[in-house]
């Protein structure tokens, strides 16, 4: 996981890092004595966990949680602080942790298990991957989707919780063939196996019908693709420059992607 610390004492962040070292997953990829510095850091960098400091000058660690939130919601707080007279505040924005100075590597250790633990739970049971080839993944393990059906599933991720039009779909997934009220009885068949897949693996809630076409329940997975726009990504999250490779018409949505990714720099 990808840390911060913000602390105005150097020292302290010193300490911190050494006593953290080796700890497994566990990265301290940044180190800020004001909180301006950790703000501007969280806005285009991906992180994990912030380790906080309360005791700071201009804006204190309760401050600066409140701002990392609106950044990044799912960022883990942890406070530093040598009182413990502010756990009300740590309550009232739901901070994930807190340790009491003077600290040492074993409550460090045990701070990390809680880390994890929470970090477990914030993870869906469903893992969509876009980026190089589609696959839908539960509870780690391959979901067998197959064809025209794992291919509409794909189509209809991509509009991340906008109908799609079932016409639009058959026209995208069986480009070419011509749009007629008997042809879109291929379409309904492959719309009923993904259906029967997605039910046998107890998802079935994940696709969901619209007056004209299918939506994707966005609250039931992650996703590579949604966390890359939302600046949001981790290591399983990385783009090399591929997306749906399989289909063809993902090749429009990685043009957009490469044009969104030289604007970012």
Not at 116 to 132: H, N
């Amino acid at each position: 996981m990808r840390a911060i610390i913000v602390d105005d004492e150097p020292i302290m962040i010193k300490r911190f890092v050494r006593l953290s070292e080796d700890i497994p997953d566990i990265q301290i990829v940044g180190r800020f004595e004001t909180a301006a510095d950790a703000l501007k850091y969280a806005k285009s960098n991906v992180i994990d966990v912030a380790f906080l400091d309360v005791e700071m000058p201009r804006k204190n660690g309760i401050e600066i949680a409140k701002e990392l939130r609106a950044i990044r919601p799912d960022v883990i707080i942890v406070f530093i602080t040598a009182y413990d007279n502010y756990i009300l505040d740590f309550n009232r924005i739901g901070g994930d942790y807190y340790i009491i100075k003077p600290y040492n590597r074993e409550t460090l250790e045990m701070m990390m298990e809680r880390i994890r633990l929470i970090a477990r739970r914030q993870q869906k049971r469903v893992y969509i991957q876009t980026f190089g080839r589609f696959l839908v993944l539960k509870d780690g393990h391959p979901v067998q989707l197959t064809g025209k059906a794992k291919e509409i599933l794909a189509l209809v991720v991509t509009r991340r919780g906008r109908e799609i039009s079932n016409e639009e779909i058959f026209s995208t997934v069986w480009e070419g063939r011509e749009y007629s009220n008997a042809s879109m009885g291929v379409f309904y068949n492959a719309l009923r196996r993904l259906r029967q897949t997605l039910e046998s693996e107890d998802i079935g809630d994940l696709l969901l019908s619209a007056p004209r076409g299918q939506v994707i329940n966005t609250a039931l997975f992650d996703c590579d693709y949604y966390a890359w726009q939302d600046g949001n990504m981790n290591a399983r999250d990385k783009f090399e420059g591929e997306f749906l490779t399989e289909y063809s018409w993902g090749e429009y949505i990685l043009a957009n992607i490469m044009v969104k990714m030289e604007s970012r720099f």
